[in-house]
């Protein structure tokens, strides 16, 4: 089968100072699909870690984290991206949970076990770290993206806002249908299904994407496929215009 993740697998990879990716996966989609899903980490100005959208816990990943700085905060930045918070809760009780706005009153986290701390709502949040803006993206449904700019890398931080996977390491059969729903390199964008929720959030949602646009990053790290280390603005801009025109 296509290889549809990027190797080495649930190692933390240098991107920029204080920044790293952990690539993971292949997840099934619908049961079927194999994709790959990526956490990025985030060392904070206090030498602190923060593990944005979690991958699966492999206790060498997490002794090699710990090697570059303490594990102290989890950022579940959707509906989606939560699904591997538990077993990282188990292993770092001590660690602060932040949480899509809304997420708490889904029934499958309440039934998930998983613990929320904080929720990330707009303004000013106590013990929030420095350097890190939020741009919060709503959409129908409840559904609440976070995307994080990190000030010093000037790297923009997505999860399912943008998906950019490579024909080449997709089955076959599924390109085509890759290609339908608007998901493939070079210039991916978000599912045909959310970029419907997203619209959904009217004026709020197009000025959030706005936002996105308008920290003029220097690379856009999003879970699915090759994210954009080059050019990244304009990458951004293209894949983005579904919601910001």
């Given at each position: ?59 060498q990943l997490q002794a090699a984290l710990e090697s570059l700085g ?42 998930s076990g998983v613990r929320l701390d904080r929720d990330l709502h ?124």
């Amino acid at each position: 089968m296509t290889e549809a993740t990027y190797p080495p697998l649930d190692i933390p990879k240098p991107v920029a100072q204080d920044l790293w990716i952990v690539d993971s996966g292949p997840m099934r989609a619908m049961g079927v699909i194999p994709i790959p899903v990526r956490m990025t980490v985030v060392r904070l100005e206090n030498g602190d870690l923060l593990l944005h959208s979690p991958t699966r816990h492999v206790p060498q990943l997490q002794a090699a984290l710990e090697s570059l700085g303490p594990i102290r905060h989890l950022v579940a930045p959707n509906i989606v991206h939560w699904t591997f918070l538990k077993e990282w809760q188990r292993q770092l009780p001590g660690a602060l949970t932040w949480a899509a706005p809304g997420l708490r009153q889904r029934g499958t986290i309440r039934r998930s076990g998983v613990r929320l701390d904080r929720d990330l709502h707009e303004g000013p949040l106590p013990d929030w770290p420095e350097g890190l803006d939020r741009i919060i993206v709503p959409g129908g449904g409840g559904f609440r993206e976070v995307a994080l700019f990190h000030r010093p890398s000037r790297t923009l931080i997505l999860v399912d806002l943008v998906l950019n996977f490579e024909p080449g390491k997709l089955p076959f059969p599924l390109r085509p249908f890759a290609r339908a729903m608007g998901i493939t390199a070079p210039d991916g964008k978000a599912p045909a299904y959310l970029r419907a929720v997203v619209r959904m959030g009217g004026g709020r949602a197009r000025e959030a994407g706005r936002g996105l646009l308008a920290t003029n990053p220097e690379r856009v790290i999003f879970a699915h496929g090759k994210w954009f280390d080059r050019d990244a603005g304009v990458r951004l801009e293209r894949s983005l215009r579904w919601l910001t025109r």
